[in-house]
Nanobody
């Protein structure tokens, strides 16, 4: 079964860090541009970060530049999002997407 499965979400205090993972099953992650989105309560889903298929181009939403890092481990067929200095406004459900698939999301809650 082809799917993306996120993990690594949780509850942290402001200023803390989390590393999200997105494991691919039945898909070859290295062939695809990959994306991290988030959806805050009551808001639309927004693109947080992306990386192209050969890892030469990355994108970060303005508020996370210098704080979040997207990466992938092709041997593990897994995409990551390292998040540092988290703020309460980073709270939301984080989704990975790529290869025409979406994961189910993982909740990130940042408290003050």
């Amino acid at each position: 079964q082809m799917q993306l499965v996120e993990s690594g979400g949780g509850s942290v205090q402001a200023g803390g860090s989390l590393k999200l993972s997105c494991a691919a099953f039945g898909l070859i992650l290295s062939r695809c541009g990959m994306f991290w989105y988030r959806q805050a309560p009551g808001k639309e889903r927004e693109l947080v970060s992306s990386v192209n298929s050969d890892d030469t181009i990355t994108y970060y939403e303005e508020s996370v530049k210098g704080l979040f890092t997207i990466s992938r481990d092709n041997a593990k067929n897994t995409l990551y999002l390292q998040m540092t200095n988290l703020k309460t406004e980073d709270t939301g459900v984080y989704f990975c997407a790529g290869c025409n698939y979406w994961g189910q999301g993982t909740q990130v809650t940042v408290s003050s």
